[in-house]
């Protein structure tokens, strides 16, 4: 068979729509991934646009990335509705994110927050507590009010995966389980897998997450990326109340309700880490906080028990979304989301996309190059002979 | 007058008696749709023994109480379950949630027959011992007691002579108590009547034992269709008939013994249908039987003797094909020759799969036996898996039956006793050669019937593979026509598996699917990773727990 147009490493959500995106445009698209602790198999679905306090609090010095990151998200959310139109549904709800405060201190916060998001084009209103009580009549006493994102929302990730892995073979795109241990980029790129084999394109889009590092570190970049393992938990179905995201302004919760009735509650409280490329474990600590401050906050949740949780592997770099080709090798683009990745994944996916089809790009992405992170180039390691 | 714990359900009096399971008293009133499913279906009891989450029913207005693991009580308000229960918008939480914690020497998980042995035995070696189990029937299954009233036969008897060595030795014994989470440095998380047990001991002997493989078959879902070990735990624990008319599918022993029981009890049995064989058929297997256990084996033929002289039709080769609704509630049960039966209930067993999940959880080793089709924990000498501290005894480790339960269960309990320095755990001899001898027996009863699981080629499309989600054997098999690599990536795409029960039922049929179409060998990874909470845990425990762990952190 002829060597694809395109090698595609990795296969989380933005892999999938890059994937999507170049075949779409008539390239012929290899996906290679190893199958192993990937952030859009055990993400939550949240689709955040608001800034995360929990970010903020955590990363205070990458808060100014995030915050410049604004309209992007913005942007995802519309993307993901235009992929639901037409390859969903993946019950996308869109109702809005309530940022919950327990006191007048965490109000004011909010207040400062929604302040700078309306100047970044967000749609968002402070909310006392009868107004709250209107939107959600199920909150905890001592909740004083929120604000209200309209942007926000909410989607099943394994249903989307599912559909846009559908859409992906549907065009033809060849789907391998490998693991790529080197990486190889000159006038095209050569990847060699873990199984023996090497996938040779004349391109590359690395999709790889918390695995993109190794990968490009040869071909002269730092990137910052890490693996975060992170813990979440699902209930027993309920009666369909909630449709709200709801998060907290000053401590780390997501919770949400799928169509299925499940309460999902996240919000990125850590799991033990076994190594990036084995499962991470649940932290009993992070079972009970988590769980114990989503009843607390939402106590109609209280009469229902949760019947699992689990922990997944998150990424994180500087805050900002990287993509781009990469300044020392441009047979190959760099696309890694940024904080909630699977709200940025597919417009990442569909910008890396095109970028490798060689399409004229609507959204400017100068400001998310990764040669922000670009180092000596390691000599040898670069340059190499295809035969394809 | 009889002692009386009549109860209501969805509004109409229901009479039982103290000590009996809701389920019970709900079975022997003639009820058997306990609550309803997301896609409109009714189910009730089927694993009676808070493994398949199926009995599920609204108690003084809160949801999803297991019908079989709650015991009536006089004016509880029950009603059938709905799929979605309402969020209270009113709710508070408990103030303060009542929490416990514990630091014994030795934590025996499960007061079955290896439990209870592992506990007297640790006890008397000196060591502090608290013994869990979810059941507040204590024994286990194999001992299980009468909730209220006198042992029934020998078999009881010796299970409440085994209870009162353990107490008397100074166990512990907590009942109620279910374990829900497992974490590495043996930190245990347990519930209790809506409160916390942290168990942070110095080494723990797990023993919960095993619980029923079913026969996948159209119709295995409906009220009245229910393991054999259900129907069991309904006449020995609280002598409840699963019906007026049974009868009996599978392959292995229990389902003789059960349907012997169920017939001295008052039940008429229509048939008992065995998979495997005539065992006249098969001279060279049945002497082997024979040899290994002469008294268990005389004891097997007794009950077939007994079967006999009460009229009931023993088959052997014929299998269990479909169950439909039949009028007035009846079941009409079909089976591989075209005959059927119309019955009040469909007993079924297959052969057992090993409570391993706290094993699994703390990463025990653990070994693929495709003889009984199952994971058999790896172990020593000293019942100690290969988590240093962390032993497993009984039918948890893979099956062995109830008197090797018991040896290992002694050896489990002197060796983790003196690992923490009570005794010198020295003279096991007696124990460790009962060991060999049962565990013979049990190769060659095995033998004798299919241990194995039954490949599901044959099941139709149609076929209910997850209980919990309603997922059929066609929604699996297109499911795996997108080439999963793993089962894990099956039950994203299909939902298999995501359920409350987490699992038990469909995980390992659907695991030599995905091996099968691999063409990889089934082995620990093959299976759904083992997640925390091993049962659905009340957010109200959490609550508890969370109070106790930080407060002790
Ligand atoms: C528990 C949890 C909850 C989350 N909740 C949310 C949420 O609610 N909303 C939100 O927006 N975001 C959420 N996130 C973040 C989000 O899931 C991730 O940021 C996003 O899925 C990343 O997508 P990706 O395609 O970049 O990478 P991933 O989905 O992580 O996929 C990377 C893939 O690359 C593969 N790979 C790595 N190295 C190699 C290699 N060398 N060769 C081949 N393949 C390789 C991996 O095996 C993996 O399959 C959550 C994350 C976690 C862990
Ligand atoms: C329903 C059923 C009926 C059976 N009947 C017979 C019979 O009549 N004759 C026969 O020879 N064999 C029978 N068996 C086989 C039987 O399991 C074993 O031979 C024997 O009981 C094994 O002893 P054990 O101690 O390993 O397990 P068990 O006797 O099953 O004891 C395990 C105990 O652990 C407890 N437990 C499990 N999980 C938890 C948890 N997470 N938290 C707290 N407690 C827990 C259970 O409540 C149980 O009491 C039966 C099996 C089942 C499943
Ligand atoms: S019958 Fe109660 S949980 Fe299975």
Same mark, same amino acid.
């Given at each position: 068979?002829?060597?694809?147009?395109?090698?595609?490493?990795?296969?989380?959500?933005?892999?999938?729509?890059?994937?999507?995106?170049?075949?779409?445009?008539?390239?012929?698209?290899?996906?290679?991934?190893?199958?192993?602790?990937?952030?859009?198999?055990?993400?939550?679905?949240?689709?955040?646009?608001?800034?995360?306090?929990?970010?903020?609090?955590?990363?205070?010095?990458?808060?100014?990335?995030?915050?410049?990151?604004?309209?992007?998200?913005?942007?995802?959310?519309?993307?993901?509705?235009?992929?639901? @139109? =037409?390859? !969903?549904?993946?019950? $996308? %709800?869109?109702?809005? *994110? +309530?940022? /919950?405060?327990?006191? #007048? &201190?965490?109000?004011?916060?909010?207040?400062?927050?929604?302040?700078?998001?309306?100047?970044?084009?967000?749609?968002?209103?402070?909310?006392?507590?009868?107004?709250?009580?209107?939107?959600?009549?199920?909150?905890?006493?001592?909740?004083?009010?929120?604000?209200?994102?309209?942007?926000?929302?909410?989607?099943?990730?394994?249903?989307?995966?599912?559909?846009?892995?559908?859409?992906?073979?549907?065009?033809?795109?060849?789907?391998?389980?490998?693991?790529?241990?080197?990486?190889?980029?000159?006038?095209?790129?050569?990847?060699?897998?873990?199984?023996?084999?090497?996938?040779?394109?004349?391109?590359?889009?690395?999709? @790889? =997450?918390? !695995?993109?590092?190794? $990968? %490009?570190?040869?071909? *002269? +970049?730092? /990137?910052?990326?890490? #693996? &975060?393992?992170?813990?979440?938990?699902?209930?027993?179905?309920?009666?369909?109340?909630?449709?709200?995201?709801?998060?907290?302004?000053?401590?780390?919760?997501?919770?949400?309700?799928?169509?299925?009735?499940?309460?999902?509650?996240?919000?990125?409280?850590?799991?033990?880490?076994?190594?990036?490329?084995?499962?991470?474990?649940?932290?009993?600590?992070?079972?009970?906080?988590?769980?114990?401050?989503?009843?607390?906050?939402?106590?109609?949740?209280?009469?229902?028990?949760?019947?699992?949780?689990?922990?997944?592997?998150?990424?994180?770099?500087?805050?900002?979304?990287?993509?781009?080709?990469?300044?020392?090798?441009?047979?190959?683009?760099?696309?890694?989301?940024?904080?909630?990745?699977?709200? +940025?994944?597919?417009?990442?996916?569909?910008?890396?996309?095109?970028?490798?089809?060689?399409?004229?790009?609507?959204?400017?992405?100068?400001?998310?190059?990764?040669?922000?992170?670009?180092?000596?180039?390691?000599?040898?390691?670069?340059?190499?002979?295809?035969?394809? | 007058?009889?002692?009386?714990?009549?109860?209501?359900?969805?509004?109409?009096?229901?009479?039982?008696?103290?000590?009996?399971?809701?389920?019970?008293?709900?079975?022997?009133?003639?009820?058997?749709?306990?609550?309803?499913?997301?896609?409109?279906?009714?189910?009730?009891?089927?694993?009676?023994?808070?493994?398949?989450?199926?009995?599920?029913?609204?108690?003084?207005?809160?949801?999803?109480?297991?019908?079989?693991?709650?015991?009536?009580?006089?004016?509880?308000?029950?009603?059938?379950?709905?799929?979605?229960?309402?969020?209270?918008?009113?709710?508070?939480?408990?103030?303060?949630?009542?929490?416990?914690?514990?630091?014994?020497?030795?934590?025996?998980?499960?007061?079955?027959?290896?439990?209870?042995?592992?506990?007297?035995?640790?006890?008397?070696?000196?060591?502090?011992?608290?013994?869990?189990?979810?059941?507040?029937?204590?024994?286990?299954?194999?001992?299980?007691?009468?909730?209220?009233?006198?042992?029934?036969?020998?078999?009881?008897?010796?299970?409440?002579?085994?209870?009162?060595?353990?107490?008397?030795?100074?166990?512990?014994?907590?009942?109620?108590?279910?374990?829900?989470?497992?974490?590495?440095?043996?930190?245990?998380?347990?519930?209790?009547?809506?409160?916390?047990?942290?168990?942070?001991?110095?080494?723990?002997?797990?023993?919960?034992?095993?619980?029923?493989?079913?026969?996948?078959?159209?119709?295995?879902?409906?009220?009245?269709?229910?393991?054999?070990?259900?129907?069991?735990?309904?006449?020995?624990?609280?002598?409840?008939?699963?019906?007026?008319?049974?009868?009996?599918?599978?392959?292995?022993?229990?389902?003789?013994?059960?349907?012997?029981?169920?017939?001295?009890?008052?039940?008429?049995?229509?048939?008992?249908?065995?998979?495997?064989?005539?065992?006249?058929?098969?001279?060279?297997?049945?002497?082997?039987?024979?040899?290994?256990?002469?008294?268990?084996?005389?004891?097997?033929?007794?009950?077939?003797?007994?079967?006999?002289?009460?009229?009931?039709?023993?088959?052997?080769?014929?299998?269990?094909?479909?169950?439909?609704?039949?009028?007035?509630?009846?079941?009409?049960?079909?089976?591989?020759?075209?005959?059927?039966?119309?019955?009040?209930?469909?007993?079924?067993?297959?052969?057992?799969?090993?409570?391993?999940?706290?094993?699994?959880?703390?990463?025990?080793?653990?070994?693929?036996?495709?003889?009984?089709?199952?994971?058999?924990?790896?172990?020593?000498?000293?019942?100690?898996?290969?988590?240093?501290?962390?032993?497993?005894?009984?039918?948890?480790?893979?099956?062995?039956?109830?008197?090797?339960?018991?040896?290992?269960?002694?050896?489990?309990?002197?060796?983790?006793?003196?690992?923490?320095?009570?005794?010198?755990?020295?003279?096991?001899?007696?124990?460790?050669?009962?060991?060999?001898?049962?565990?013979?027996?049990?190769?060659?009863?095995?033998?004798?019937?299919?241990?194995?699981?039954?490949?599901?080629?044959?099941?139709?499309?149609?076929?209910?593979?997850?209980?919990?989600?309603?997922?059929?054997?066609?929604?699996?098999?297109?499911?795996?026509?997108?080439?999963?690599?793993?089962?894990?990536?099956?039950?994203?795409?299909?939902?298999?598996?995501?359920?409350?029960?987490?699992?038990?039922?469909?995980?390992?049929?659907?695991?030599?699917?995905?091996?099968?179409?691999?063409?990889?060998?089934?082995?620990?990874?093959?299976?759904?990773?083992?997640?925390?909470?091993?049962?659905?845990?009340?957010?109200?425990?959490?609550?508890?727990?969370?109070?106790?762990?930080?407060?002790?952190?």
């Amino acid at each position: 068979m002829a060597a694809p147009d395109l090698l595609v490493i990795g296969g989380g959500i933005v892999g999938q729509t890059a994937a999507i995106r170049a075949a779409e445009a008539g390239m012929r698209v290899r996906l290679v991934d190893a199958g192993v602790n990937a952030g859009s198999t055990a993400n939550a679905g949240s689709l955040h646009v608001q800034l995360q306090s929990r970010f903020i609090r955590l990363f205070p010095e990458l808060a100014p990335n995030v915050e410049a990151s604004l309209p992007l998200y913005l942007a995802a959310v519309r993307e993901w509705e235009r992929l639901e @139109a =037409a390859h !969903g549904p993946f019950e $996308l %709800v869109r109702q809005g *994110g +309530l940022m /919950l405060a327990e006191g #007048a &201190e965490q109000m004011r916060f909010l207040e400062g927050k929604a302040a700078r998001e309306a100047a970044r084009g967000l749609s968002v209103e402070l909310l006392d507590r009868p107004a709250l009580d209107r939107l959600a009549p199920w909150l905890g006493p001592q909740i004083v009010g929120a604000e209200l994102c309209r942007d926000e929302g909410k989607l099943n990730p394994l249903v989307a995966n599912r559909a846009l892995r559908a859409r992906a073979a549907a065009l033809g795109v060849e789907m391998r389980a490998d693991r790529i241990v080197a990486l190889e980029a000159g006038a095209g790129v050569a990847a060699r897998g873990a199984s023996g084999a090497v996938h040779a394109a004349r391109q590359a889009i690395v999709a @790889a =997450a918390w !695995g993109a590092g190794a $990968l %490009v570190a040869p071909l *002269g +970049l730092a /990137l910052p990326v890490r #693996a &975060e393992p992170l813990h979440m938990n699902i209930t027993e179905p309920g009666a369909a109340q909630i449709g709200h995201l709801i998060q907290h302004a000053e401590r780390s919760i997501t919770l949400k309700q799928f169509a299925s009735g499940q309460i999902v509650i996240g919000g990125g409280w850590p799991a033990e880490s076994r190594g990036d490329w084995a499962t991470p474990a649940v932290r009993a600590a992070s079972l009970l906080g988590n769980v114990a401050l989503a009843a607390r906050l939402v106590p109609a949740i209280a009469g229902l028990r949760v019947i699992r949780t689990w922990a997944g592997m998150n990424t994180t770099a500087d805050g900002r979304t990287v993509l781009g080709r990469l300044p020392a090798a441009p047979s190959v683009i760099l696309a890694v989301p940024g904080d909630a990745g699977y709200t +940025l994944g597919p417009l990442a996916g569909r910008i890396a996309g095109e970028l490798a089809a060689g399409l004229p790009a609507a959204e400017d992405i100068a400001p998310l190059s990764p040669a922000r992170f670009a180092a000596p180039v390691r000599l040898g390691a670069s340059a190499v002979r295809l035969s394809a | 007058m009889a002692p009386d714990a009549t109860f209501r359900f969805d509004g109409r009096p229901v009479a039982a008696r103290p000590g009996q399971s809701l389920a019970a008293a709900l079975t022997e009133a003639g009820i058997r749709a306990f609550r309803e499913t997301a896609k409109g279906a009714r189910r009730g009891i089927f694993c009676g023994m808070g493994v398949c989450q199926d009995c599920l029913v609204t108690v003084n207005g809160q949801p999803n109480r297991r019908a079989c693991m709650t015991p009536a009580a006089p004016g509880l308000e029950v009603a059938t379950q709905a799929a979605f229960a309402r969020l209270d918008p009113g709710a508070t939480l408990p103030e303060r949630p009542p929490a416990r914690s514990i630091a014994p020497d030795v934590l025996v998980i499960g007061g079955g027959a290896a439990g209870l042995a592992a506990a007297a035995a640790a006890a008397r070696a000196g060591a502090s011992v608290v013994v869990l189990d979810e059941r507040k029937v204590g024994g286990g299954q194999y001992y299980k007691q009468a909730a209220a009233d006198a042992p029934l036969d020998p078999q009881q008897a010796a299970g409440a002579a085994l209870i009162a060595e353990a107490r008397a030795a100074g166990a512990e014994m907590m009942g109620g108590v279910e374990v829900w989470g497992a974490f590495d440095g043996l930190l245990f998380l347990a519930e209790v009547a809506g409160g916390a047990l942290v168990a942070r001991p110095r080494t723990a002997i797990v023993a919960t034992g095993a619980y029923e493989r079913p026969r996948m078959v159209p119709g295995w879902t409906l009220p009245g269709v229910m393991t054999t070990g259900a129907a069991q735990t309904l006449w020995r624990s609280y002598r409840t008939l699963p019906g007026r008319r049974v009868a009996v599918a599978g392959s292995g022993p229990l389902n003789v013994q059960v349907a012997l029981e169920l017939a001295r009890g008052g039940a008429e049995v229509a048939l008992v249908a065995e998979a495997t064989g005539h065992p006249l058929l098969r001279p060279a297997a049945a002497a082997a039987m024979a040899l290994t256990g002469p008294r268990l084996t005389l004891q097997g033929l007794a009950m077939l003797a007994g079967l006999r002289r009460r009229g009931v039709p023993v088959r052997y080769g014929l299998t269990l094909d479909a169950v439909e609704a039949a009028e007035g509630g009846a079941l009409r049960a079909t089976f591989s020759d075209g005959r059927s039966v119309t019955v009040d209930a469909v007993l079924m067993n297959d052969g057992f799969e090993p409570q391993n999940e706290i094993l699994r959880l703390l990463g025990a080793g653990m070994d693929w036996d495709p003889a009984v089709g199952h994971l058999r924990a790896r172990r020593g000498e000293d019942m100690q898996t290969t988590v240093p501290g962390l032993y497993a005894a009984g039918d948890c480790a893979g099956l062995g039956g109830a008197p090797a339960a018991v040896a290992e269960g002694r050896i489990a309990g002197a060796c983790a006793a003196a690992a923490c320095g009570h005794g010198d755990a020295w003279d096991l001899f007696a124990d460790r050669r009962a060991l060999a001898r049962h565990r013979r027996f049990q190769r060659a009863l095995w033998r004798m019937h299919s241990a194995a699981p039954r490949p599901l080629d044959d099941a139709p499309d149609a076929t209910i593979l997850c209980r919990c989600e309603e997922i059929t054997l066609g929604e699996v098999r297109a499911g795996l026509a997108d080439g999963p690599g793993h089962v894990g990536t099956l039950k994203r795409a299909t939902r298999v598996g995501m359920g409350r029960c987490q699992g038990r039922y469909c995980a390992a049929p659907a695991a030599r699917m995905v091996a099968a179409a691999t063409g990889r060998p089934m082995e620990d990874v093959s299976l759904f990773a083992p997640r925390v909470p091993i049962k659905p845990v009340s957010i109200a425990a959490i609550l508890a727990a969370q109070e106790a762990v930080d407060g002790s952190a």
